[in-house]
């Protein structure tokens, strides 16, 4: 588009030329734009949810001899999809804050309903 001559110049003048790997913005999007507000308010969401399934575990949970609280998949499956359908996303997204610990990669409703979620 830059080189096109039938676009507007002040319109092409205002993006930010390509970054390149290495560069502090690249793959981000410009400060101050919408995208970059709406990324932060579906990570705001997000962290709200993992902190909800966290509470979950810990009201449905059994304190263990370790002293952490831990609940099945399939227990706490019923209980929170009531709550919302993404409780496997929430779960991966726990797990990768250090937040919960289980055994697998993924976790299947009725295959996984007896591996143990730990709340670290």
Not at 53 to 77: A, K, M, P, W, Y
Request: glycine share 12%; aromatic share 6%; charged share 25%.
């Amino acid at each position: 588009q830059r080189k096109n001559p039938f676009s507007s110049n002040d319109r092409l003048a205002s993006k930010p030329g390509h970054t390149h790997r290495g560069d502090p913005t690249y793959g981000r999007p410009p400060e101050g734009s919408r995208t970059e507000q709406r990324g932060k308010d579906a990570h705001s969401h997000v962290g709200k949810e993992v902190e909800e399934l966290c509470l979950i575990i810990r009201n449905t949970g059994q304190v263990g001899e370790d002293g952490h609280v831990s609940v099945t998949f399939g227990q706490l499956f019923e209980t929170y999809v009531t709550i919302s359908n993404k409780v496997v996303g929430i779960l991966l997204r726990a797990r990768k804050h250090g937040l919960v610990h289980f055994e697998g990669e993924m976790l299947w409703q009725g295959k996984d309903d007896d591996v143990v979620i730990t709340l670290l």
